[in-house]
């Protein structure tokens, strides 16, 4: 059978032989035969990943065997996954698949008789290696090639652009099924429209999906089956640290420094001893080296802890992902994707342990790279044969970057093959795909992950997703992080938020400090940007951001301790920056006046203030405090700019009447000033006592302003519990399947173009076509007939009112006649009757006199109109453009 | 308008100022402690000196900080003495007989200005005036339209009056000081509206443009000598002005009597051309050597300013924190003492107080002898490089003057020669050109001439050595200047610095005594 598929596939074959021929000849730099051929491939088996004790002296016959044995086994392990795959086999729908789907076209044949062919050829040159995972079934059962099953399609979606967006949407849409058997690949790969449907896939199903996606997309994507870690081949992140709990690591900038200039002054002689500065250098050091070393070892130990477990399949579990080639879409690098993840890796990453095959929807190529250390030493350029053997001849992949010394080698012969070869280039290329284009509804799009939720578990971390709009109120996703690796204990639990009315966005709760923080997006009715709080109960701990510039009086942050209050303020007229407060202990009062509120005493009122630059620095105040207790005021000034103390002033105004009783307005010891250069007008006590009245004033200002703050605070607080309660979400106008508003105008709108269209079609009916249809057609109507026929139709319609009149004449009589009929026995029956009987009864008997009346008004209403109606017939009868000619004389 | 003398005139004396002082001063308790304390005039802000018959205005040089002044329906007939009060914002001088404006050229704040019922017929001398807002003028004897004009370079005016003057009676009287006076909001009490402005406008299209014209084209020439002036200024500071041009050549011929004869010889012509030509090279080659000079000086100062404000700056912040640090410490402490009871504590904490006193003055002090050691450092080496600056410069200067008389003593050898070939021609009788007569009055022997080109000779070798001799001296008088200001500053600094930290010591320790004190008391 191989021979007569060789015949049919001949002129490529015979290419094939003699180049791979040449470029071992190439490698081992002996001549051709048949005997050292298979040396060589037995050496080169030894190179490649997983080295087999092949021995040359092995007849044919006993590898034929073997390979048989191997078949056999492979085909008994095959009822083993097909249990397994029934998730879908059963609920899969083959027949309402387009036919692409259940046969294949002639190209397609002759592409799977290729790839046998080539199959055959490289199980033959390389016995040790796995066989090609080239048409595996699809859901109709019909073996695809898998270039096809790739359909390169571009989303509608500008999220789908990027290759990053791509990989996350194709991770959180579908949900991993692994493989049949963790060893092979699977012999089903299903169609990226039907992997859709069903929200499940494994991982060749997701890199098709997302490979597809990407070549749409414009990236120089691949497929690639290949082996991975247990880790990734099981979608397990369990031992991955969460993304979202790593902190940005901070860039340090550091500050250029300015050369020094000519004339900058020397610094100070240092006169402390440099031994001694030594001496304690080195003892830092060895500190420090010994806490590195600690850390280390404790390091060691933790990670010893977390491998304890190795696989005992390393390195032989197949996985499929992604590989994107450097070049197009500005793409600097190759670089991996597991799909299962959407997790970028570089092609050095120890995650991939090597590479069998690799497909785009244009060809397909098999590694023959040694793969012993991983996939570091890979080199992906397809264009080169030696490493990577191709199935279809000149696709798009030119030999990318051979190198000069290679061509000269084969030159000549080259340019003779490579002539042969554009012919057949012509003759075949890979048949368009069999799949369906690739179709996500913008519902599911929004919803991405089946039922709208997903779950991850990361190490110590474990992340929930939600679609927009699935939970009431607004919650999208939630990271909750955990102290030790089996998750039982909680550290802290991030919740983000989305389209939530009161513009919350993230809730962090610390569940040791049991700190709550809750940061808004700007438009809160408030202007909150941060609300961090232990208590919703006033007077605690708390404090709040707010954005400043959404504010009339700047305030930028709120500390709350249960005796303080400090506020921190930007951008006034007045200068203000901090305002603190301290509160005395309530003062309790009588509990006449309980429902008041009573706030608490305020004992210190510390202001402080930016530069005013209209005012002399000092003149201005740049810190004032209100000792409201000891009915004390201090003044502290700005410096100017070349002096190093700054102004201060203490108003004291205790001694309110003299040793004679008489009223002291202001006395010199009420003013206690210290100033840097002394000014005269300041001395006067009228200045003086002009400046402290105009601080009393201010004193109540200030704290008329503190109490509008807690009263502020208490209204925040309010609102924020309603806000919890309610925790409404914003639609969009645009979102008209949300927008009950927009929805019901759309449908009311369609509600009316029904009825329009009803009342068209109504419009249409021909009341004459049954008459017309008793005539002979064709011919004219005479006049006799139009008379008769006018006639005939309104004797109709008049017997049809007379008839429906009956009807409902009859249905009313009928409907009495029951009633008293029940009546009758009700009576009879009445003292036998139990309460539910009773109820029965009495409910039939409204229902049927509900029943009769209206009845009665259709009756009443039918006598009203019947004429009407008649007459309208009439009416339109004379103007039909049919009968119009020939009965005008009668009008 | 003329009130009659019924009433004797009264002199505005210390009394009644005092009483009108008194009299506006504050009410309720901080009148009771304005009376207790008195109150300085110089710390008066406003007086209504009105109804007083006052004639003559006088004594009001001390209240320097005035800034409203009523003085109406007096019979002041001059405005005098006002000069001081510099800081005047309002001033009322309504119904009085002033019979012309003056005396106002202090008064630059002034803005608000009443002159209502005088007796005033020209309006001018208010150029000082230029925050000038309103002009109450009511009620004059001004007739002439032109004194409109005058008003047009009170950019800020907005409101005036003039009804009651003889101009106000012309019938075109408002048009034209909307024409005139476009920025005016309020004429005689009432507002003047769009529509009248555009009409007016367009009535006197003609004569404002003429006007406009006239007015921009004495703006460019004031502006252009503004310049020059900045210009020869500049020059001036790089101590090399008038050199860029004949100017110096110009002046070495300008009291040269003989030189101006001699120049009319034959050939001397065209000798004097390519002397001139030369000379004034040299003089442009100064003048640029210069101005770089004076870049380099003056990029030199400043690195050096701004390097030791820096460290000055450095040295502040240092010292502030310091203080802020002991503040806090101060507070406590003081504190703590007075919530102490027993004496013997009392006592070791104010003693430690002190000690921390102590230590701040010491820090203090040190930080700024550092400063004071480091900036006197600094200062020495750019002493020693400005004084090489200039004596580079100098002596640059002095080669290329040198140069100036190398050529002109060139010029003095050729010159000579041509001088004694026409005189052995005169003297021979060769000559065949006419020599005017005073230059032929010249050639009468050898001595004669030579010694007229002698004194020519002189009198240019005079001149350069002037110009040689100002230039060095000014250079160098600007250095020792600099220098001197530069040391002189310094000293004050350190001075101000010595004096602050002594007072706020004291400041300190005298918080901690009067402590004590009471302490003792309790």
Not at chain 1, 853 to 866: D, M, T, V, Y
Not at chain 2, 181 to 188: A, E, H, R
Request: aromatic letters at 8%; a negative charge; one cysteine or more.
């Amino acid at each position: 059978m191989v021979q007569a598929v060789l015949k049919v596939t001949s002129s490529l074959d015979s290419q094939r032989h003699t180049r791979m021929e040449v470029l071992k000849e190439k490698v081992e730099e002996e001549e051709a035969a048949e005997r050292e051929e298979a040396a060589e491939r037995a050496e080169r088996g030894e190179k490649t990943k997983r080295p087999m004790e092949v021995r040359r002296e092995e007849t044919t016959l006993t590898q034929e065997m073997l390979r048989d044995l191997e078949r056999k086994l492979s085909e008994i392990e095959v009822s083993v996954p097909e249990k397994l795959l029934t998730f879908t086999k059963d609920t899969i729908d083959t027949s309402k698949l387009p036919l692409s789907y259940q046969s294949n076209t002639l190209k397609e044949e002759h592409l799977l008789q290729v790839a046998d062919n080539f199959s055959c050829q490289y199980s033959h040159l390389c016995p040790d290696r796995v066989p090609l995972f080239l048409h595996p079934l699809n859901e109709c059962e019909v073996p695809k090639f898998v270039s096809t099953t790739i359909r390169p399609t571009l989303m509608p979606y500008p999220e789908l652009y990027n290759w990053d967006t791509c990989a996350q949407f194709v991770s959180d849409f579908l949900s991993m099924v692994p493989l049949p058997d963790p060893l092979k690949p699977p012999l089903y790969l299903y169609s990226s429209t039907t992997v859709l449907k069903y929200q499940k896939g494994n991982c060749f199903d997701f890199s098709t999906l997302l490979c597809s996606m990407l070549i749409g997309a414009g990236y120089d994507a691949y497929c690639v089956n290949g082996y991975g870690l247990q880790d990734l081949c099981h979608m397990d992140l369990t031992r991955e640290v969460c993304p979202l709990t790593l902190k940005p690591k901070e860039t340090v900038k550091e500050e250029e420094k300015a050369p020094p200039k000519k004339y900058a002054i020397k610094p100070p002689r240092d006169l402390t001893s440099r031994f001694e500065q030594e001496q304690e250098a080195k003892r830092q050091e060895a500190i420090k080296a010994e806490e590195e070393n600690r850390r280390k070892q404790e390091e060691a130990r933790l990670l010893e802890q977390e491998n304890a477990k190795t696989d005992p399949l390393h390195g032989l579990r197949v996985h499929s992902w992604v590989l994107v080639l450097s070049g197009k879409r500005e793409v600097p690098e190759s670089f991996f994707i597991d799909p299962f993840t959407a997790h970028s890796y570089s092609t050095q990453d120890d995650h991939f342990l090597g590479i069998e095959s690799l497909w785009n929807h244009k060809n397909y190529w098999v590694n023959m790279q040694d793969c012993w250390n991983c996939c570091k030493e890979l080199v992906f350029d397809l264009g080169d044969p030696v490493r990577w053997e191709y199935l279809l001849v000149g696709t798009d992949k030119p030999f990318l970057s051979l190198t000069e010394e290679e061509d000269e080698g084969m030159n000549d012969d080259d340019d003779v093959e490579k002539l042969g070869k554009e012919d057949e280039d012509k003759s075949f290329d890979m048949p368009p795909s069999w799949v369906e284009p690739i179709e996500i509804s913008p519902e599911a799009f929004e919803t991405r992950c089946p039922n709208g939720k997903k779950v991850i578990q990361y190490k110590r971390a474990k992340l929930e997703k939600w679609a927009p709009y699935l939970n009431n109120n607004g919650l999208v996703c939630r990271l909750t992080t955990y102290e030790d690796l089996e998750c039982t204990k909680t550290l802290e639990v991030k919740e983000w938020y989305q389209h939530r009315e009161d513009m919350l966005e993230l809730k962090h709760i610390n569940k040791i400090t049991g700190l709550n923080a809750d940061y808004f997006k700007p438009g809160h009715p408030q202007a909150l940007r941060m609300h961090s709080y232990k208590s919703m109960q006033p007077e605690m701990d708390r404090v709040m951001e707010f954005y400043e510039t959404a504010r009339l009086d700047g305030l930028i942050k709120r500390e709350e301790t249960p005796k303080t209050m400090t506020e921190y303020y930007q951008g006034r007229p007045d200068f203000l920056s901090y305002r603190h407060v301290n509160f005395g202990p309530r003062v309790k009062k009588l509990a006449l006046n309980s429902a008041e509120s009573n706030p608490r005493p305020m004992v210190k009122i510390t202001e402080r203030f930016f530069r005013n630059p209209a005012k002399p620095a000092d003149e201005d105040v740049a810190e004032r405090v209100f000792l409201i207790a000891e009915e004390r005021i201090q003044l502290r000034y700005h410096c100017r700019s070349d002096h190093i103390t700054a102004n201060k002033r203490e108003f004291l105004r205790r001694m309110e009447v003299d040793s004679k009783g008489n009223k002291i307005i202001m006395t010199a010891d009420m003013c206690i000033s210290f100033e840097v250069e002394p000014m005269e007008h300041t001395k006067k006590l009228l200045y003086q006592y002009e400046a402290m009245m105009k601080l009393k004033n201010e004193e109540k200002l200030s704290r008329h302003q503190a109490w509008e703050s807690e009263l502020e605070v208490l209204e925040i607080l309010k609102l924020r519990e309603e806000e919890e309660e309610a925790h409404t979400l914003t639609i969009s106008i645009y979102d008209t399947k949300r927008n009950e508003k927009s929805k019901e105008y759309r449908e009311a709108m369609e509600r009316v173009l029904h009825e329009e269209h009803r009342r068209q079609v109504e419009a249409q009916l021909d009341y004459l076509a049954p008459f017309l249809a008793q005539l002979p057609p064709g011919e004219k109507l005479t006049r006799w007939q139009a008379v008769r026929l006018k006639d005939e139709c309104l004797n109709d319609f008049k017997q049809r009112l007379i008839d429906k009149a009956n009807l409902i004449q009859a249905r009313f009589e009928k409907e009495t006649q029951e009633l008293q009929k029940k009546q009758q026995w009700y009576q009879e029956n009445q003292v036998t009757l139990t309460p539910e009987d009773e109820d029965l009864y009495l409910s039939y008997c409204s229902q049927a006199m509900f029943r009769i009346r209206i009845l009665e008004q259709r009756l009443s209403r039918h006598k009203e109109l019947a004429p009407l109606k008649y007459l309208a017939l009439e009416e339109k009868l004379y103007k039909d453009p049919r009968l119009v000619e020939l009965l005008k004389v009668f009008v | 308008m003329n009130r009659l003398y019924d009433m004797e005139p009264r002199v505005m004396d210390d009394e009644m100022l005092k009483l009108a002082v008194g009299k506006q001063g504050p009410r309720e308790e901080a009148g009771q402690l304005a009376k207790q304390e008195g109150i300085l005039f110089k710390d008066v802000l406003s007086l209504q000196l009105d109804f007083q018959n006052i004639l003559r205005i006088d004594n009001l040089w001390q209240f320097e900080s005035l800034r409203k002044l009523q003085l109406d329906n007096n019979i002041i007939e001059k405005i005098e003495g006002l000069e001081n009060l510099t800081h005047l914002v309002w001033l009322d001088l309504s119904f009085n007989n002033i019979e012309a404006i003056e005396g106002l050229d202090t008064l630059v704040n002034l803005e608000d200005l009443s002159l209502f019922n005088n007796r005033i017929s020209k309006i001018d001398s208010l150029d000082a005036l230029v925050k000038l807002q309103v002009l109450s003028l009511g009620n004059n004897h001004i007739g002439n339209m032109m004194n409109i004009i005058y008003l047009r370079r009170f950019k800020a005016l907005r409101t005036l009056s003039l009804s009651g003057n003889p101009v106000a009676e012309n019938e075109d009287y408002k048009m034209f000081i909307c024409a005139y006076l476009p920025d005016l909001v309020y004429l005689d009490f009432q507002r003047l509206d769009d529509h009248m402005k555009e009409l007016a406008e367009m009535k006197h299209q003609y004569s404002i443009d003429e006007l406009k014209h006239r007015e921009n084209l004495m703006q460019a020439q004031l502006e252009d000598e503004q310049a020059r002036r900045e210009e020869l200024e500049e020059h001036k500071v790089a101590f090399v002005e008038q050199l860029n041009g004949t100017f110096l050549f110009d002046s070495m011929y300008a009291e040269d009597v003989e030189g101006r004869k001699l120049s009319n010889l034959p050939g001397v012509g065209e000798l004097l051309e390519t002397y001139k030509d030369k000379f004034v090279i040299i003089c442009l080659n100064i003048f640029e050597y210069g101005l770089k000079q004076q870049e380099k000086r003056k990029a030199e100062l400043e690195t050096f300013m701004e390097c030791v404000q820096e460290a000055i700056q450095e040295n502040q912040e240092q010292g502030k924190l310091k203080i802020a640090k002991f503040e806090e410490k101060h507070l406590l402490s003081l504190n703590a003492i007075r919530e102490e009871s027993e004496l013997s504590n009392i006592e070791t904490k104010i003693v430690e107080h002190s000690e921390d006193i102590t230590a701040l003055l010491n820090v203090l002090m040190t930080l700024e002898m550092q400063l004071v050691e480091q900036l006197e450092e600094t200062i020495n080496m750019f002493e020693r490089n400005i004084i090489d600056l200039v004596g580079l410069f100098v002596e640059n200067v002095q080669s290329l003057m040198a140069q100036c008389r190398d050529l002109e003593n060139h010029h003095h050898e050729k010159l000579l020669e041509i001088a004694i070939n026409i005189l052995e021609k005169i003297v021979k009788g060769e000559m065949d050109e006419d020599l005017p007569d005073d230059l032929r009055s010249l050639f009468i022997d050898k001595d004669t001439i030579v010694n007229a080109v002698g004194a020519s000779h002189d009198i240019h070798l005079l001149k350069i050595d002037n110009r040689e001799d100002e230039l060095v001296t000014r250079v160098n008088s600007w250095c020792t200047h600099l220098l001197d200001k530069i040391h002189k500053d310094e000293i004050m600094r350190n001075r101000k610095r010595v004096k602050e930290i002594n007072q706020y010591i004291d400041h300190v320790q005298s918080e901690l005594d009067s402590l004590e004190y009471g302490d003792l008391l309790d």
